[in-house]
């Protein structure tokens, strides 16, 4: 008969408890500071409704047929794993309040992707300025987890009023582009669901990614309308000429540059074409079913439990004074499974723990300050002054060493 | 009757407690700052405040007598 077990169980199946649950009087005495967090929560929670809202109304987007990124991504991400990223990051203080790209980590056919959406919504999905910092955090993101980069693009090109502040600069919207490339060369795939006119600096990122796909309206090309329109094979201008260009630009605007029948029929660009929305977003789940990941049973050393204190303490616990010192041991057992905790040589350097414990079965590796005051610390010290928590010691600083490299 | 003595030098910042409160052993009684930190100092004990011998702003040394608790 065949007999298996969880990765060195008589280590990881029991571990030690750490932490405690609150009395009532500690609760009472802790309860400002857990007032003091969920006032500036609530002040987040109001930022993060306005950068939602910002923008034209769902309602104009339902009118023209199409869904807003954000039911783009509810349709998209498996339910329940959304985690958003960068939300309120604004670096080039824009007055929309935000970089015009949703973005975050999330499971799409249950396997983790870093997913951007432009928010069509806010001037149907243009370039603003620091979107650019926005787009390189994400595929920095992609590249160190090593998971496939998701887009779904819906962009309007540069808003001109600001090009200057987008194009420009080693890390500006440019460097999106190399980035593709990059991610490409090291294996990571990028998957690229396409809707409405991507012109320009929009038609760009429709170049790079390794997956194309295409709802039946989309157009993109690196000459939107108004540049191919506006091109003269002679090099200047005369009046035969400019009257072609009136009729050019017509036709331009009436068929765009980079349509279906271009990218799909003709040169081949396109992987699928949807007639639906939602049709696009099928597409992309259907090819992340073809790309790997590991299964979380490979690496788990145990069945996942909560922790056993509630998280809802850490509110609690994580003084919002920052000068105030407080029990980081209390803080790691609301993050860990049933609060157990492998402490590598408790009695030795006590102004920082280290430590092995279990976050959804997996192992995970722990390092912190311990606050605090330590009396008859650092040794060495002879009694001359008390050793502090926050501060750095030689046993502290050994264990650390040890707990990284051994 | 428990007296309560200070743990650390550092400056007393606020006093959580008056004479007369009943406290336990986890009551905050005073927060001291000390090395750029704000350190709370527990009763210890349970009981109520009999004295409070330091006042905001003092500084203390390690071993002064923070509190009496009866």
Same mark, same amino acid.
């Given at each position: 008969m065949a007999r298996k077990q969880m990765p060195l169980r008589s280590y990881f199946e029991k571990m030690p408890s750490i932490g405690r649950g609150l009395k009532d009087t500690e609760r009472r005495q802790l309860q400002p500071n857990a007032d003091a967090i969920a006032e500036q929560e609530a002040i987040i929670a109001a930022e993060e409704l306005k950068v939602r809202s910002?923008?034209? @109304?769902a309602e104009k987007i339902h009118q023209k047929g199409q869904l807003t990124v954000y039911e783009r991504l509810e349709y998209l991400v498996?339910?329940?794993t959304w985690l958003p990223l960068?939300?309120? $990051?604004n670096p080039g203080d824009n007055e929309e309040g935000c970089t015009a790209v949703v973005d975050g980590l999330g499971k799409i056919s249950g396997k983790w992707a870093v997913i951007i959406a432009f928010d069509n919504k806010i001037m149907a999905g243009a370039w603003i300025p620091g979107q650019a910092e926005n787009i390189l955090r994400v595929t920095d993101l992609a590249k160190r987890m090593n998971i496939p980069l998701v887009w779904i693009l819906n962009c309007s090109g540069v808003k001109l009023t600001e090009q200057e502040k987008v194009?420009?600069?080693?890390?500006? %919207?440019?460097?999106t582009f190399f980035r593709h490339a990059e991610l490409n060369q090291i294996g990571v795939p990028i998957l690229n669901a396409i809707y409405g006119t991507n012109p320009a600096g929009g038609g760009y990122?429709?170049?790079?990614?390794t997956i194309l796909l295409a709802h039946k309206d989309a157009n993109i090309a690196v000459g939107g309308a108004g540049i191919v329109g506006g091109m003269s094979p002679k090099g200047h201008f005369d009046l035969e000429n400019v009257q072609h260009l009136i009729e050019a630009t017509k036709t331009f605007k009436g068929k765009a540059p980079g349509r279906v029948d271009i990218?799909?029929?003709?040169?081949? $660009?396109?992987?699928e074409v949807h007639d639906t929305e939602k049709g696009v977003l099928d597409g992309i789940k259907d090819y992340m079913k073809c790309l790997p990941a590991y299964d979380p049973v490979f690496f788990r050393v145990a069945e996942p439990v909560p922790p056993?204190?509630? @998280?809802?303490d850490l509110n609690y616990l994580v003084?919002?004074?920052?000068?105030r010192v407080y029990d980081s041991l209390q803080v790691v057992a609301r993050m860990i499974d049933n609060s157990e905790f492998m402490e590598y040589?408790?009695? $030795?350097?006590?102004e920082v723990f280290a430590g092995i414990a279990k976050v959804d079965g997996f192992p995970v590796g722990f390092i912190g300050n311990r606050q605090g005051i330590f @009396? %008859?610390? @650092?040794?060495?010290?002879g009694g001359a002054y008390l050793g502090v928590g926050g501060k750095l010691y030689r046993q502290g600083l050994i264990k650390m060493n040890e707990f990284v490299t051994l | 009757m428990a007296e309560l003595l200070a743990p650390m030098p550092g400056k007393?910042?606020?006093?959580?407690v008056k004479v007369g409160d009943q406290v336990q052993?986890?009551?905050?009684?005073l927060i001291l700052e000390s090395l750029k930190m704000e350190f709370p100092v527990y009763a210890g004990s349970s009981g109520?405040?009999?004295?409070?011998k330091v006042a905001v702003n003092q500084e203390i040394e390690q071993g002064d007598v923070i509190a009496v608790i009866e």
């Open positions: 910002a923008g034209i @109304p498996d339910p329940g960068h939300t309120l $990051y194009y420009p600069d080693r890390r500006g %919207n440019g460097a990122h429709g170049i790079s990614p990218h799909f029929d003709e040169t081949g $660009y396109f992987r056993k204190y509630d @998280p809802g003084p919002s004074n920052p000068k040589r408790p009695d $030795y350097g006590p @009396p %008859n610390y @650092p040794e060495y010290a | 007393v910042v606020a006093l959580q052993n986890e009551t905050e009684v109520s405040v009999k004295e409070l």
